[in-house]
C-alpha cells in the first residue's frame, strides 16, 4: 500500500516569513494530493489540493508543489500568520481508487509574533 | 446538514466495555470513511463505505471493530471489549463521489478514552 513520509514534524518561523513542509509518497500511481490544516481540537479541513497533472498550484498565500518522478510534493506557505499556526496534513491516494487517503504523520506549524 | 455530524464528541468507557461512534455524513454524499488518530499523529484509516456497501475494512486493528452504514447515510462504528490502546480521536470523513478524488469533509470526531 501507499506510504508517506512527511517532514518536519515541527517547524517554528516568525511571521512574515515562509514556510516549508515536505512528503514523499511510495505508490508511483498516487495522483491527488491534498494538504489538510487542524487547529488544536478542530476537524481537519482541506487547504488545497493537487493532482498529477500539473507541478504547482497556488491560492493567495498557499501553494504546493509536485514532482512525479522523485514522488514527493511540498507545501508553501508565505506570509506567515499567527492564524497559520496548526498541525498540517499531507495525503496522497489514487484517483478512482475511492479507498483510502493516507495521511502524513503531520507538522506542528508555530508562526511566532 | 450543513457539515459532517459526530456524536458523541467525548467517550470514557472503562475497560471492557463495548462503545459505539455515530457519524451523519453530509447528505447525499456516497463515500465515508473512518479514521482512527492517536495524539500527535495522522489520521490512520480503518475503514470506507460507498453507499451502504462496505468496500475496505483493511485498516480495522481487530475484530474488536465493527462498522456499518446500513442506509447508506448514517454510520456507527462500534468497539467491542474495549482495550485501553483503543483510546484515541475517531474521525469520520465523507465526500461527494466514490472516485477518490473529491474533497473528504471530516467530522469534529469522538474522543474515547478507555480507564
Known amino acids: 500500500g501507499e506510504n508517506v513520509e512527511q517532514h518536519p514534524s515541527t517547524l517554528s518561523v516568525q511571521e512574515g516569513d515562509s514556510a516549508v513542509i515536505k512528503c514523499t509518497y511510495s505508490?508511483?500511481?498516487?495522483?491527488?494530493f491534498p494538504w489538510y490544516k487542524q487547529e488544536l481540537g478542530k476537524r481537519p479541513q482541506l487547504i488545497i489540493d493537487?493532482?498529477?497533472?500539473?507541478g504547482e498550484k497556488k491560492d493567495q498565500r498557499i501553494a504546493v508543489t509536485l514532482n512525479k518522478t522523485a514522488k514527493h510534493f511540498s507545501l508553501h506557505i508565505t506570509e506567515t500568520q499567527p492564524e497559520d499556526s496548526a498541525v498540517y496534513f499531507c495525503?496522497?491516494?489514487?484517483?478512482?481508487?475511492?479507498?483510502?487517503?493516507?495521511f502524513g504523520s503531520g507538522t506542528q506549524l508555530t508562526v511566532l509574533p | 446538514g450543513a457539515g459532517v455530524s459526530q456524536s458523541p464528541r467525548y467517550k470514557v468507557a472503562k475497560r471492557g466495555q463495548d462503545v459505539a461512534l455515530r457519524c451523519d455524513p453530509i447528505?447525499?454524499?456516497?463515500?465515508l470513511f473512518w479514521y482512527q488518530q492517536a495524539l500527535g499523529q495522522g489520521p490512520e484509516f480503518l475503514t470506507y463505505?460507498?453507499?451502504?456497501?462496505?468496500?475496505?475494512k483493511s485498516g480495522l486493528p481487530s475484530d474488536r471493530f465493527f462498522a456499518e452504514r446500513p442506509e447508506g447515510s448514517v454510520s456507527t462504528l462500534k468497539i467491542q471489549r474495549t482495550q485501553q490502546e483503543d483510546s484515541a480521536v475517531y474521525l469520520c470523513?465523507?465526500?461527494?463521489?466514490?472516485?477518490?478524488?473529491?474533497?473528504?469533509?471530516f467530522g469534529q470526531g469522538t474522543r474515547l478514552t478507555v480507564v
Open positions: 463505505f460507498q453507499n451502504e456497501a462496505q468496500l475496505d
Open positions: 447528505s447525499g454524499h456516497v463515500s
Open positions: 493537487i493532482r498529477s497533472n500539473v
Open positions: 505508490d508511483s500511481a498516487s495522483n491527488y
Open positions: 495525503a496522497a491516494i489514487l484517483y478512482g481508487s475511492a479507498r483510502q487517503l493516507t
Open positions: 470523513a465523507s465526500s461527494r463521489t466514490g472516485q477518490g478524488d473529491t474533497e473528504a469533509f
